[in-house]
């Protein structure tokens, strides 16, 4: 299947540190998808990123992209404690670009 | 512009009783795709709706079904409801059904089943 998986499960940092979190996948994609969800309620869409780009930036959001690796980051500079939530990557499949698949997420916790 | 909306927020059923879950997408959206997400299983794509038509569907049993209405509006059914259904389903729109497009979610409705 092409369910993504976030590195790491969980991660816990002071406010104004920088959080990073990856993401891997498995087949062919045409575009990959940052979330955030606070408490187990709806998601937030941050950023899309197409297979054909290898950076965006979105404030203080960056997000790589590295087909060859089959893997994304998203980097959160100067964290806030409003930071702390869930994050998912969420990833189609090339010919099947409408279906979603959403990895297990990462936990992070900015502490103030 | 109005974000995605769905209701009901929160509903507890009974196992063995059936249930519709209502989602309105963004304006002039015409993609609606729902969700399931369990502790257990994350989330997991239930399926697509695009133009009335169902596009893409996950693996998941025949009790869950949905339609799409002419003004995209959708609205998901599950019958004969197990101990496992209880989750949190997620609604999401998108402006077409094309490559690239952002899909933006609702607020989710949580389902409880005793």
């Known amino acids: 299947s092409q369910q993504g998986e976030e590195d790491p499960q969980a991660l816990s940092i002071q406010e104004g540190e920088n959080a990073t979190m990856n993401c891997s996948y498995k087949?062919?994609?045409?575009?990959l998808q940052w979330y955030r969800q606070n408490s187990g309620r709806g998601l937030v869409h941050l950023i899309l990123i197409r297979s054909n780009e290898r950076e965006k930036h979105s404030g203080r959001l960056r997000v790589t992209l590295d087909t060859s690796k089959k893997s994304s980051s998203l980097l959160i500079t100067a964290s806030r404690a409003a930071d702390t939530a869930s994050y998912f990557c969420a990833t189609d499949e090339r010919h099947n670009f409408n279906k979603f698949y959403f990895g297990s997420g990462t936990k992070l916790n900015v502490k103030p | 512009k109005a974000g995605v909306t769905q209701t009901p927020r929160y509903l507890i059923k009974t196992r063995g009783q059936q249930v519709t879950l209502s989602c309105s997408p963004i304006?002039?959206?015409?993609?609606v795709s729902w969700y399931q997400q369990t502790p257990g299983q994350g989330l997991q794509f239930l399926f697509e709706y695009f133009s009335e038509t169902q596009r893409n569907k996950g693996n998941f049993p025949g009790r869950f079904s949905g339609r799409q209405f002419s003004n995209s509006r959708s609205e998901m059914n599950v019958s004969t409801l197990e101990l496992g259904d209880s989750a949190l389903y997620l609604c999401?729109?998108?402006?077409?059904?094309?490559?690239?497009?952002?899909?933006?979610f609702g607020p989710g409705t949580r389902l409880t089943v005793l």
């Open positions: 304006s002039g959206h015409r993609s």
């Open positions: 087949t062919s994609i045409n575009n």
């Open positions: 999401a729109s998108s402006l077409s059904s094309g490559v690239g497009n952002e899909q933006f």
